[in-house]
């Protein structure tokens, strides 16, 4: 198993709000470990294709969340017949899992907000 870093003593809400790509990466490690590239297949698929993560934007990130402590880099792998000894695969840390519900409580009030407003509720869905 790689070291782990220390967690970022920072209360969650420190650091939000989150950019959507992060946002999108911790949500796909939410699910279980992952290598970077089947983080872009998992955010471009939960998003519909709307969120499509390059690998300057995907690396940039995992850099940033790695060096916070959200984030650790995992030892385990799958049988050799599955991987590939180039891929470095990521988890989820218990400050990123909090970090992520702070982000899911925070935009989950903007949208009852947008619901409960006048505009909103006179427009019609596309």
Known sequence: MAPRRKADPRPAGQFLPLTPAVFHILLALADGEAHGYAIMLEVA????????????TLYGAISRLLEDGLIEESNERPGPEMDDSRRRYYRITPSGGAVLAAETQRLASLVRAARASKTIRKMKPA
Do not use: N
């Not at 698929?45 to 300057?56: A, D, F, I, N, T």
């Open 45 to 56: 698929e939960r998003s519909s294709g709307v969120v499509k993560l390059g690998p300057g």
